[in-house]
């Protein structure tokens, strides 16, 4: 068994690198055995029927052969295996035993070489001379059992000098394109690791500058406890740190599966795709990358002509944002005067820098994997995956340069007709119906106007009755003692009682409510608040300005998760728990996970301790096991579970792999196993996989989040997200934009002139972050983006514009948007 397995590996290897050989191989042996079959209609008398059940079935394996991306995925991991069955029937079986059952001749010998040839060309020369010994042997086992008179044809014996002279001359010429072969393949490789190890640079640089800061805000260890005490703007320090560096951590894995995909040419999961936004994945893109410098954001602005919705992954278009993004600020120090500008409008993201440039020779093959022009330590795979995302959203990408003048990446989406956005729209707001039916909803804003604008936006869910509100955090908390609420959707920044306050007394006070689920509403930027609101026991996070699909989309993912992350952990408690892996580091962590959700955790080093551990103990619950561990690895460890009859045989088992990709996942899933944790293992992830699998829902997928969907496409005044308007539209809510939103924006944009001027912090952040909340409602989205330049900075790091006049710059654009909103007003009264 153990030679046999070698043989199946050397032949593994052997195809594991470059063009397809044998897929190759199916389609040309199909075609060639059927024409060879019809060769003989042109000779006189010909036997038609001497071979056909034994040439139909070589034809079958060939098929099947060349047909390996039409297989079931449960199947492909057997490809290999039944590859090197096919060809030891199909090439030197078959051929042998028509020779002898035709006694020989020249087209019998001519056949010969022929297969012969092949067969070096597709093996490596131990499996050549396998694949030769015993297809030879079951040839002439076949030929003696179905023949009364056996004969040894001696026109072919003669002919064994010269087939083991193709044999041994092939093998020997084809050592020097090996050789060439592996070269070939340890230069991808090399590029591979450089390729990781250039990508995770940035990441990496951007976590020790967040450690870094820690380490600056935290007091000296030999402080006494008085003055180890932080202030709120240090917490507030600790908080940014702490978003960017779990950013910068989440980004380096991105770059790890990104490039693993690229270089297994995994596909992109198509039914992850829902509606998005241009502009707000754009501008998201643009406020969570991770800039070197303060310096360096300012370079890069962004301009909305027209906003449209189109279908994709969210995840893997921000990473062709941040990949484009940062090629074009990688000029940035060489070239001080770089600009970088990312548009949105007529279907189409441009990202245009006025660097150097790229030559036109080397525009031709820029999207092609391992390619990189002007980069030291770059592999290109990065533009090598936009155009494979672009191509799986139905668009594509294209670059445009000029030396010395500017470079231009354009990416094109489809179009999205209206009808099949209205009937998104409706489908997403009947879910939201049905599953939000009968739930208690409180509201929490201290903004009136917002308050009335949330409530506009829940009013298709008719839960008129089961919908309250409160102006503050102390009003809050005392609605919540008297009725018990299902969901509260708390704003974030509030004067007294601010949401983080509100939902840490939620979560600790025993005579609160504390199932309720809790979601946050803030304008605050989404890396920092979401990582604050999650560690404040929340369950959910929305932005400000927020649509209405995404609002109720959050509502409902957040009555889909565990509450405050607790109901998963708590599940686990007194849940014994094998865990197998050779590293006791990684065993370490993991293990710490499980106990912390008081877990009982067996720790062992390979599979075969595995089935003693499950032959030794009762009551195992589940099994988390690394696929790759010497001796018996997790493949082998999960089919034995299945496969031992013994009542532990449907335990739940877990994979565990550094790796991701699909023949990954595949090989685990045809093992039996029921669930992929992908290292590092994120421990949410962790907590919610084996709480499904220990309560009984083996193979079940986790919930997904409902598909969000952004409101139909807008045309005209770029002062104005007229896409968002239009849903004001349909809700009967522009009247309320020029009766309320308009005098209080007037009113905000007064209240930070007077706070401005006497440079009053606080008082200007609550006019800001009041003003960001309205103008991004109103559709004022110039406004908006102009105010959150101002706010972000102020709020993370105190810091005030740099420009001397930008108040008097935010002043005439409120100006100009009034102007602008009451001219769109006025012409919908009009149309109405």
């Not at 001696?154 to 001359?169: E, K, R, S, T, Y």
Request: net charge neutral.
């Amino acid at each position: 068994m153990n030679v046999l397995r070698r043989l199946f590996q050397y032949f593994e290897d052997y195809h594991a690198y470059g063009p397809s050989r044998l897929r190759t191989m199916g389609y040309v042996g199909a075609i060639t055995y059927v024409a060879f079959y019809f060769l003989r209609f042109t000779r006189p008398n010909p036997v038609l029927f001497d071979d056909m059940p034994a040439r139909a079935l070589a034809v079958l394996l060939f098929v099947l052969m060349g047909m390996r991306d039409y297989w079931p995925e449960r199947l492909k991991p057997y490809y290999i295996r039944y590859s090197y069955a096919a060809l030891l029937y199909c090439l030197p079986c078959f051929t042998v035993l028509i020779a002898l059952q035709r006694g020989g001749g020249v087209a019998s010998i001519s056949n010969a070489f022929i297969i012969l040839c092949f067969l070096v060309l597709l093996t490596d020369w131990r499996n050549t001379l396998v694949m030769l010994s015993a297809g030879t042997g079951l040839a002439a086992l076949i030929y003696v059992a179905t023949n009364g008179n056996p004969r040894v044809p001696m026109d072919l014996v003669a002919q064994l000098p010269a087939f083991a002279l193709v044999v041994i001359g092939g093998n020997l010429f084809k050592s020097n394109t090996d050789k060439i072969d592996a070269e070939r393949k340890l230069r991808a490789t090399q590029a591979l690791a450089g390729s990781i190890a250039h990508e995770m640079r940035h990441p990496l640089a951007q976590l020790k500058h967040s450690l870094e800061g820690m380490q600056e805000v935290l007091p000296a260890p030999g402080a006494n406890r008085n003055a180890a005490k932080l202030d709120a703007q240090q917490v507030q320090a600790l908080y940014h740190h702490l978003a960017r560096g779990e950013q910068a951590v989440q980004r380096g894995l991105q770059v790890i599966s990104m490039t693993l995909d690229e270089v297994s040419a995994r596909p992109i999961d198509s039914s992850a795709f829902r509606y998005l936004s241009a502009a707000e994945v754009v501008q998201q893109a643009v406020e969570e990358y991770s800039y070197d410098s303060d310096e360096e954001r300012d370079k890069v602005s962004v301009e909305i002509s027209e906003d449209f919705t189109f279908k994709g992954d969210e995840t893997a278009y921000l990473f062709v944002l941040f990949n484009l993004v940062k090629n074009a600020l990688y000029y940035v120090k060489p070239y001080p005067h770089t600009r970088v500008t990312i548009t949105v409008g007529d279907h189409q993201v441009k990202v245009r820098d006025n660097g150097p440039g790229i030559a036109p020779d080397a525009l031709a093959g820029l999207f092609e994997p391992f390619r990189s022009v002007g980069k030291s330590g770059g592999t290109g795979l990065g533009l090598a995956y936009c155009q494979r995302v672009m191509r799986a959203f139905d668009g594509g990408i294209a670059c445009e340069s000029v030396p010395g003048s500017f470079t231009e990446f354009t990416m094109r989406f489809p179009a999205i007709s209206e009808e099949e956005r209205e009937q998104h729209r409706l489908a997403a707001v009947a879910q939201a119906r049905t599953v939000l039916a009968g739930k208690r909803i409180l509201i929490v804003e201290d903004d009136p106007v917002q308050r009335h604008a949330t409530r506009q936006k829940l009013g298709p869910l008719a839960l008129t009755s089961e919908l309250d509100e409160a102006a503050d955090g102390q009003l809050a908390l005392a609605q919540l003692a008297r009725k018990p609420y299902d969901i509260v959707l708390l704003d974030l920044h509030m004067p007294g009682l601010d949401g983080y306050a509100v939902a840490e007394k939620i979560r600790r006070d025993p005579g609160m409510n504390q199932n309720v689920r809790i979601v946050a509403y803030t304008s605050e930027p989404a890396h920092l608040a979401r990582s604050k609101a999650l560690r404040g026991g929340m369950d959910g996070f929305v932005s400000k300005p927020c649509a209405q699909l995404p609002l109720l989309a959050a509502l409902q993912h957040s009555l889909q998760v565990p509450v405050g992350g607790r109901d998963a952990q708590g599940r686990l408690a007194g849940r014994r728990i094998l865990l197998a892996d050779d590293s006791a580091f990684n065993r370490k962590a993991i293990a710490a996970y499980l106990r912390n959700a008081a877990a009982i955790v067996i720790e062992v080093e390979h599979g075969r301790a595995v089935l003693e551990q499950l032959h030794a103990q009762d009551g195992i619950h589940a099994v988390i096991v690394d696929l790759h561990m010497p001796g018996m690895d997790g493949l082998e460890t999960a089919r034995a579970i299945r496969s031992s009859g013994e009542r532990w045989a449907g335990v739940p088992v877990v994979a565990l792999t550094a790796r991701s990709d699909e023949p990954a996942v595949a090989a685990a899933t045809a093992a039996g196993m029921n669930g992929f944790l992908v290292k590092p293992v994120d421990a949410p992830l962790l907590y919610d996989t084996l709480s499904r699998l220990v309560a009984g829902g083996y193979g079940a997928r986790a919930v997904a989040e409902p598909a969000l969907a952004a409101p139909p496409q807008p045309s005209g005044d770029e002062l104005l997200n007229l896409q968002r308007l239009e849903s004001y539209r349909r809700l009967g809510m522009v009247e309320e934009l020029l009766n309320d939103y308009l005098p209080e924006m007037a009113r905000l944009v007064g209240e930070l002139q007077a706070a401005a001027q006497a440079s009053d912090r606080d008082a200007s952040m609550d006019a800001l972050h009041s003003l960001l909340g309205m103008s991004g409602e109103a559709g004022a989205q110039v406004l908006y983006q102009q105010v959150r330049r101002i706010y972000v900075p102020l709020l993370e790091e105190g810091r005030w514009p740099e420009s001397a006049d930008w108040l008097a710059q935010l002043q005439g654009t409120a100006t100009r948007t009034e102007e602008a909103l009451k001219a769109y007003c006025s012409a919908d009264s009009r149309t109405a």
